[in-house]
């Protein structure tokens, strides 16, 4: 059995770990398609045996007979009209996007309803529809993180562990200084200064949480680069860097991902944590921290802060569940336990035992 196999076999032999694993991409796939559940645009408009998709472009009023060349608004009283008499719309599950206001709800923040299903926030907006839009943002924001931070990471890690000495030294004296640079007065220090986006936030913190990897990954390399078969490729003339990319990263990479589903959760905690204090996503976007800040500002309202503090634990405790399993895949000393055979089997083999001894 090769090593991939036992680790794939092993990882799947813990239920908990491959339930939640199964769950987290059925999540995430769903969020991935969050114009197609959520949105205040129809899927698909047919009118006078004309096809309109206004989930994928814009398209005016004048096209379903309207007076105007601006872009239709589906929920217009009006335009819905237009529709109705001259064809049909398919709606997705939930009419509402991240950003649109059911002003027919009445005082903001509203319960849940058959319209709101899980109520909305203090401005009007759906709660369902900003946590699948803010559950794909988290997503999306921690593993751009985790994957450009890893890179640098291991690149940092493998020249310091590999070449040692003053290379060695040298970065370790400077990592200590960068990281006593406090992020947060640096976040505020950036914010007044430009506006932030999400691109811009993502710099900010990669600046920083490609150290996260680093000590791993020097460990790893120190040790590789004395073993036998690494001082026998040196002796043989192979180059450096192919010694460092074909003999010891892959030993490396084994400690890489086994961190990495740990490294995409505190990717997320950071990005929420700096959106529920105000120093991170800019209003407007759908976000989880942004949330939590109007439940903790809501306690009247106990469906806002109870929907995003569900949805956060539940996506947290879904990645250490998945990240505890790589870990045990990974593990040579967690041996891979073998399938039980089913009672039919078992009751067949004992039947033929004594079909055996009877003989």
Not at 63 to 75: C, K, L, V
Not at 226 to 247: C, F, K, Q, S, T
Request: aromatic share 12%; charged share 15%; glycine share 10%.
């Amino acid at each position: 059995m090769s090593a991939t196999r036992r680790r794939w076999d092993a990882f799947r032999v813990n239920r908990r770990a491959w339930w939640s694993l199964m769950l987290f991409l059925a999540m995430f796939c769903a969020s991935m398609g969050a114009e197609f559940i959520a949105n205040d645009r129809p899927l698909l408009v047919v009118v006078n045996g004309r096809v309109f998709l206004p989930v994928l472009r814009d398209h005016s009023e004048r096209e379903f007979g309207g007076e105007f060349d601006a872009p239709a608004d589906y929920r217009d009283p009006v335009v819905a009209d237009f529709i109705s008499r001259n064809g049909w719309a398919l709606w997705p599950p939930v009419r509402f996007a991240d950003a649109t206001i059911n002003y027919d709800a009445g005082t903001f923040p509203a319960p849940p309803s058959r319209h709101n299903w899980l109520g909305t926030d203090d401005q009007g907006r759906d709660i369902l529809a900003r946590l699948l839009y803010g559950f794909r943002l988290s997503v999306l924001f921690g593993l751009a993180l985790t994957l450009v931070g890893a890179a640098v990471g291991i690149v940092v890690g493998a020249a310091q562990g590999f070449l040692g000495g003053k290379v060695d030294l040298i970065g370790q004296r400077m990592m200590e200084i960068w990281s006593g640079i406090p992020v947060l007065y640096l976040l505020i220090i950036v914010s007044s200064m430009v506006r932030v986006t999400f691109w811009t936030l993502l710099a900010v913190m990669l600046l920083f949480g490609w150290m996260r990897l680093v000590p791993a990954v020097r460990l790893e390399f120190l040790r590789g680069r004395n073993l036998d078969y690494v001082r026998a490729a040196r002796a043989l003339g192979v180059p450096e860097w192919r010694i460092m990319l074909r003999h010891v990263l892959p030993n490396a990479m084994v400690a890489v991902v086994t961190y990495l589903p740990f490294y995409l959760n505190g990717s997320i905690v950071t990005l929420t944590s700096l959106d529920f204090l105000g120093f991170g996503l800019p209003p407007g976007y759908p976000s989880l921290g942004e949330l939590v800040s109007q439940g903790r500002g809501n306690l009247h309202a106990p469906w806002i802060g109870c929907s995003a503090f569900g949805v956060l634990a539940g996506l947290l405790m879904l990645l250490v569940f998945i990240g505890e399993g790589v870990r045990d895949a990974f593990d040579p000393a967690v041996a891979v336990p073998r399938a039980r055979p089913d009672a039919r089997t078992a009751n067949a083999r004992n039947a033929q035992a004594a079909q055996e001894g009877t003989a």
